[in-house]
């Protein structure tokens, strides 16, 4: 399975928890920066015409926040330069304080049918606290326009002052409003964000506070029928990402856009950073690219065991053994033998006990030797 993932660098205003390359002062830039990346397609489409694209996953910034003729626009352009899979699965990333029905009809136009709404939290007081552009009541106006149709909600734990009351309160939220996705997922306090300050200052929850309104999240999603397939994701019966279950297989993505990563033929690649630059680089017919480099196999393996062992399937051996030649609990037999009171095996996949799977980063640092 391979991906595309496309970044649109735009929004209204940044999050305070925002790490991601997005600018909230250039909008004006839009109509130009697309044509830019409707170009960026054209210059990867040799490299990638061998490729059969299965998913498509338009991020940010806010995708939803530019006129939906420009997202329309490069839908059209990927089907013109890329080979798509028969029932490719396209998603848009949405923030409800940008979405309207035109741009709803617009983008089932262009062949979305997956759509991501940052619910983050179903509290006012704490949306506006993370400086989000939007209320409940608008994020419950964007999902009635989806009603029918395939969406997922995130919500966030870690958040200042939150209780089991308020993770409550966000999941009913985001299951009564018909998702049939939910990523739940730790607030990570990035240096050079606003709200890394509160950090420092001890007023957001502990890791052990997290892991308790998490354990709390997980059993409330498991009783309203949402099954954990990833540590941070749960769906109804059928409705997993398979964008993301791409990465988490370590499969091919090609990432077109400023700042966007890709990893294709053993070889991970990074585009500028900068937005002038990009556009630059690409209008004169170059790819803007700025890091490159081969992935080696030490760091293929243990990404590989990484990445699985963040899923309920586990890692399974036989795919193992067909990548590298070799058995992976043998060539992590240190670490491994370290952490094997916290796996479980069931013929060909091993995994992370259940309760166990939302500290796998502390067990997997066994296995960085």
């Not at 606290?129 to 909600?153: D, P």
């Not at 900068?274 to 490159?292: A, I, N, Q, R, T």
């Not at 009171?341 to 996949?349: A, N």
């Amino acid at each position: 399975m391979s991906g595309i993932y496309i970044h649109i660098p735009f929004c209204k205003q940044k999050c305070t928890y925002c790490d991601f390359t997005s600018f909230p002062d250039k909008l004006a830039f839009a109509e130009a920066y697309m044509a830019c990346l409707y170009k960026e397609m054209q210059l990867r489409a040799e490299q990638c015409k061998e490729i059969t694209f299965d998913t498509v996953y338009i991020g940010g910034g806010t995708p939803s926040v530019i006129d939906p003729a420009y997202i329309y626009g490069a839908i059209k352009q990927i089907k013109n330069s890329f080979r798509l899979s028969k029932n490719p699965e396209i998603t848009i990333e949405m923030n409800p304080g940008t979405v309207n029905e035109k741009k709803i009809e617009t983008y089932a136009r262009a062949g979305i049918n997956r759509y991501s709404v940052g619910l983050q939290t179903a509290i006012d007081e704490q949306l506006a606290n993370l400086n989000r552009i939007h209320t409940v009541r608008e994020y419950l106006y964007c999902t009635s326009l989806l009603k029918g149709k395939n969406f997922s909600a995130d919500v966030m734990l870690g958040l200042k002052g939150q209780t089991k009351e308020d993770v409550k309160k966000t999941i009913e939220v985001a299951a009564l409003s018909g998702a049939k996705h939910i990523s739940m997922y730790a607030l990570t306090p990035e240096d050079g964000t606003p709200i890394y300050t509160d950090y420092l200052n001890g007023e957001l929850p502990d890791g052990d506070e997290v892991r308790a309104l998490y354990d709390y999240g997980y059993s409330l999603l498991k009783e309203k029928g949402y099954e954990r397939y990833e540590v941070s994701n749960f769906c109804k019966k059928g409705f997993e990402s398979k964008h993301n279950i791409n990465y988490w297989r370590r499969g091919e993505y090609l990432g077109l856009g400023v700042s966007a990563s890709s990893f294709m033929a053993g070889k991970r690649f990074t585009n500028t950073f900068h937005l002038d630059d990009y556009m630059k680089c690409v209008l004169s017919g170059f790819l803007p690219v700025v890091e490159s480099e081969e992935v080696s196999e030490a760091d293929a393996k243990f990404e590989f065991v990484m990445l699985a062992l963040r899923t309920e399937r586990g890692i399974c051996a036989e795919e193992y053994k067909k990548a590298f030649g070799s058995e992976w609990k043998e060539d992590f037999s240190a670490g491994y033998k370290k952490t094997a009171q916290y796996f479980t095996d069931s013929g060909e996949y091993t995994r992370i006990k259940p309760e166990f799977l939302y500290v796998q980063n502390q067990i997997l640092t066994e296995f960085m030797a």
